[in-house]
């Protein structure tokens, strides 16, 4: 059965740092491409950073440039958000999602599977 599964959601300080994990069950994760999103309460879900299905290609929103780093483990199957630096504008549910076609990207509309989300608070 296909399924990912987000883990590492918490409640942080300002300046604080968290590791979000993103694992797949069912399929080869580095075979796609793998983007994080996140949601705050009444705001549209907004692409984070994504990493292509082959190669070394990621990109990163440029207001988590510099903070934010998406990994791949092949052997684990799962991509990691290491997140540093984190801001109170960081708070929201982070979710991972899968691009079939390999293509990434930071829009939603590019994405056929998403997790269920983790919660990711951080208070000033």
């Known amino acids: 059965q296909l399924r990912l599964a987000e883990s590492g959601g918490g409640s942080v300080q300002s300046g604080g740092s968290l590791t979000l994990s993103c694992i797949g069950s069912?399929?080869?994760?580095?075979?796609?491409?793998v983007g994080w999103f996140r949601q705050a309460p009444g705001k549209e879900r907004e692409g984070v950073s994504y990493?292509?299905?082959?190669?070394?290609?990621?990109y990163n929103r440029d207001s988590v440039k510099g903070r934010f780093t998406i990994v791949r483990d092949t052997a684990k199957n799962t991509v990691f958000l290491q997140m540093s630096g984190l801001k109170p504008e960081d708070t929201a549910v982070y979710y991972c999602?899968?691009?079939?076609?390999?293509?990434?990207?930071?829009?939603?509309?590019?994405?056929?599977?998403w997790g269920q989300g983790t919660q990711v608070t951080v208070t000033a």
């Open positions: 999602a899968v691009d079939h076609k390999g293509n990434g990207g930071l829009r939603a509309q590019e994405y056929d599977f």
């Open positions: 069912g399929f080869p994760l580095d075979h796609c491409a």
């Open positions: 990493i292509g299905g082959s190669g070394p290609r990621t």
